[in-house]
């Protein structure tokens, strides 16, 4: 039996993750086990679920999430590759539920797989997003090749200077990422200080970070959504470094055209 059977809007959900798991593995944004995928499911957790014991002994997050207690999460295994949780998303995933004490999780579905190394940093923005009040349930961290290539740059590590430059290569990437990406400085994985930074990030209004020399963070309102902002974020990286590898410097949209886009599709300017 899994969590999933007679569960449809649960089993959506979850099939979502595996879509999306499974463009991240075939664009090359996931190599071996690289990447994280974190769902707040609670909305879809019934009083079957909340009774179900749990296969796992309580384990510590690392720190205390207030606002995370009685949630229900979905979380990539730890070592387990994208390319595998697309094809089977409870054998390389499992549902974890955040105890009362706001320390701890325990397993509860499908298996006993162990969630990412990064959970608590996972963790710890979403227990940031519903203190703020926001919609978002989804977070994803991957490798996107050319934002990652384009971060080894100090100048484009700036405020927004990278931002500008992406907006500018095609007019749907202001359309759909209107938040532009934010920038963290390189720090070691999976550490408290990058939750942090990336916390800040967020909360200076993008839903996309950048962490230097290493990935991208993304939080959305579902998987799918996530997915699309960094999409789009990396289609104009590529056609920037298209345009480079031809020999010239792309001139990209004008300040003048980016403000009436921005005017008559009502976006952020």
Request: with cysteine; charged share 20%.
């Amino acid at each position: 039996m899994s969590i999933l059977d007679n569960r449809p809007a649960l089993a959506r959900e979850v099939g979502q993750i595996a879509e999306a798991a499974g463009y991240l593995w075939q664009k090359g944004w996931a190599e071996r086990n690289g990447g994280n995928i974190t769902v707040n499911i609670t909305e879809h957790v019934d009083d079957e679920i909340r009774r179900m014991p749990a296969i796992s002994e309580p384990v510590a997050i690392g720190c205390t999430l207030p606002n995370l207690k009685g949630c229900y999460f979905y979380c990539k295994g730890t070592q387990k590759r994208m390319r595998d949780l697309a094809r089977r998303p409870m054998q390389n995933g499992s549902v974890i539920r955040i105890l009362d004490d706001c320390a701890h999780y325990e397993i509860i579905a499908d298996e006993p797989v162990m969630p990412t190394s990064e959970l608590p940093s996972h963790l710890s923005v979403h227990n940031y997003l519903i203190g703020k009040g926001s919609t978002y349930k989804a977070s994803v961290h991957t490798h996107p090749i050319e934002l990652v290539a384009m971060s080894h740059n100090p100048e484009y590590l700036k405020k927004d200077v990278l931002s500008k430059l992406l907006w500018s290569m095609i007019p749907e990437t202001k359309a759909f990422a209107p938040r532009g990406l934010g920038m963290v400085p390189y720090m070691l994985p999976s550490s408290n200080e990058l939750a942090e930074e990336t916390i800040k990030a967020i909360d200076d209004n993008y839903d996309v970070v950048m962490w230097e020399k290493h990935g991208v963070f993304a939080v959305e309102n579902d998987v799918m959504s996530a997915f699309d902002q960094i999409d789009v974020l990396n289609k104009s990286a590529n056609i920037y470094m298209c345009a480079r590898s031809m020999g010239f410097v792309p001139d990209g949209m004008s300040d003048e055209q980016m403000t009436t886009l921005s005017t008559v599709f009502n976006l952020p300017k």
